[in-house]
């Protein structure tokens, strides 16, 4: 049944409509039971599900990972922490509770030291790099477009440091897809390129997915 939320003193209309979505939410609920800290913890679950890029053993870095649910994700698929395991390296500059199992860092990856402070943390190649990161809206579609392709470029050219062969790049653009020439990039540096909207990313939102998948090794 659906929860009637009433608008109180003070309080935005925006704000109130956000919290009856919540309050009504079906992956905000099962986030909850299962344990997740996100209701986006589902989205990567999703996109994992039907491209198959994590595997127990495996070594990934979560980009933006606040408040954790990708990164909780991404320790039960690869096992991490535990014996035979992989290993999962999470940054945001929002800072995260400890995860069972990852490394979290806790600074701004556009930093000039973060990609260093990563590879220390990684140890080795990385067989995938998530990227859940966004830039705070403006309102402005073409501003928000440029800033999320910003990010997106930042988190490739790190992908392309880091990446084992075969390794797997996710990264969060908005509807429409990747911008043409970024697009070329990626399908330069890895053998399979799709986009996908999960089915549990909302339909109103304008977010969806980069996969990419086979990397080839960085361009030289």
Not at 6 to 14: E, F, N
Not at 133 to 138: D, K, L, S, V, Y
Not at 139 to 144: I, K, Q
């Amino acid at each position: 049944m659906s929860q009637r939320v009433k608008t109180a003193k003070g309080r935005k209309i925006s704000s109130t409509r956000w919290l009856r979505r919540q309050f009504n939410d079906p992956y905000v609920a099962e986030a909850r039971r299962a344990g997740y800290r996100s209701r986006a913890a589902f989205k990567l679950i999703e996109l994992d599900d039907r491209f198959h890029f994590l595997s127990p053993g495996g070594c990934v870095v979560d980009l933006g990972a606040a408040p954790g649910g990708w990164t909780q994700v991404a320790v039960e698929r690869t096992r991490a922490g535990q014996s035979g395991g992989g290993r999962v390296v999470a940054i945001d500059v929002t800072e995260i509770d400890p995860v069972a199992g990852a490394v979290v860092l806790h600074r701004d990856f556009l930093d000039g030291d973060a990609p260093k402070a990563l590879r220390q943390a990684l140890a080795g190649p990385a067989d995938v790099v998530l990227s859940d990161m966004a830039a705070p809206a403006t309102g402005h579609a073409a501003t928000d477009h440029l800033r999320v392709i910003g990010l997106v470029e930042a988190a490739l050219a790190f992908a392309a440091e880091v990446l084992a062969p075969g390794g797997a790049f996710v990264a969060k653009v908005l509807q429409g897809g990747t911008e043409q020439a970024l697009l070329a990039r990626i399908k330069r540096l890895f053998a399979t390129v799709k986009h996908a909207k999960p089915p549990s990313s909302r339909s109103g939102s304008a977010e969806m997915y980069v996969v990419a998948q086979g990397f080839r090794g960085a361009a030289k």
